[in-house]
């Protein structure tokens, strides 16, 4: 069974500071990976996604991930933080079988102090 | 511009009372699902539809019913039977037929009990 596991429930970092949260996954394939953000009372945005080919993704808002197939983790980063970015970020790998239902992490929540 | 619209955004439900939230979707999407959220917890699945006319329980279907009637709607009912129903409510859509397109979501809606 695919599963994500985000290891760090609340990261803070300084504005200006560099950002990297972190996201193991386990799937049976060549999973496909995506990073989602997530303001206070709003729905979630794509920031970035993983197929295939480069292993480096560049995203919206200056964010970036990198797959690493041989530790089983597609971590995010940005080098320079903004307090616009506080906010939930998840992880999510894309399901397999005929359901294709994503399976989610249980979320980072980011408090960028100024 | 191509979306998904819940609402209402916020709802209030006396006891023993069913309420049904709306999700509407223009994005031509085939697949769409219903999310609840809980802090902490991440987004559990509570059902999917992968086509009209279809829908299958996800992980917490207990106390929640939905249809499918058209395309672009997906409306879940939160039945009296479901004894904690405070959570904010999220749906997604997506285009079907392969696991690597990531889904979109609405801005949710936050119910709570009176």
């Known amino acids: 069974a695919q599963s994500v596991t985000q290891p760090d429930i609340h990261i803070t970092v300084s504005e200006g500071a560099s950002l990297e949260l972190r996201c193991n996954y386990s799937?049976?394939?060549?999973?496909?990976l995506f990073w989602y953000v997530q303001s206070p009372g709003q729905g979630l945005q794509l920031l970035l996604k993983?197929?295939?080919?480069?292993?480096l993704v560049q995203g919206i808002k200056g964010f970036e991930a990198e797959f690493k197939r041989s530790q089983s983790s597609f971590n995010l980063r940005k080098p320079s933080v903004h307090w616009s970015d506080a906010a939930e970020y998840f992880c999510?790998?894309?399901?397999?079988?005929?359901?294709?239902?994503?399976?989610f992490g249980r979320g980072t929540s980011l408090i960028v102090h100024p | 511009d191509g979306g998904i619209t819940q609402s209402p955004k916020y709802l209030f439900r006396k006891e023993g009372q069913n309420v049904t939230l709306s999700c509407e979707q223009n994005?031509?999407?085939?697949?769409m699902y219903w999310y609840r959220q809980d802090p902490g917890q991440g987004l559990r699945l509570i059902y999917y539809?992968?086509?009209?006319?279809?829908?299958q329980k996800g992980d917490i279907a207990e106390g929640y019913s939905v249809s499918r009637e058209k395309k672009e709607s997906f409306p879940l009912t939160v039945t009296s039977a479901q004894k904690n129903p405070t959570a904010f409510y999220l749906c997604?859509?997506?285009?079907?037929?392969?696991?690597?397109?990531?889904?979109?979501f609405g801005d949710g809606t936050r119910l709570s009990i009176l």
């Open positions: 993983y197929f295939s080919g480069d292993t």
């Open positions: 799937y049976g394939a060549t999973p496909y």
């Open positions: 994005l031509n999407h085939d697949a």
């Open positions: 539809s992968q086509i009209v006319n279809d829908f």
């Open positions: 997604a859509s997506r285009t079907g037929g392969s696991s690597n397109q990531p889904q979109h």
């Open positions: 999510a790998v894309g399901g397999q079988g005929g359901s294709y239902i994503p399976t």
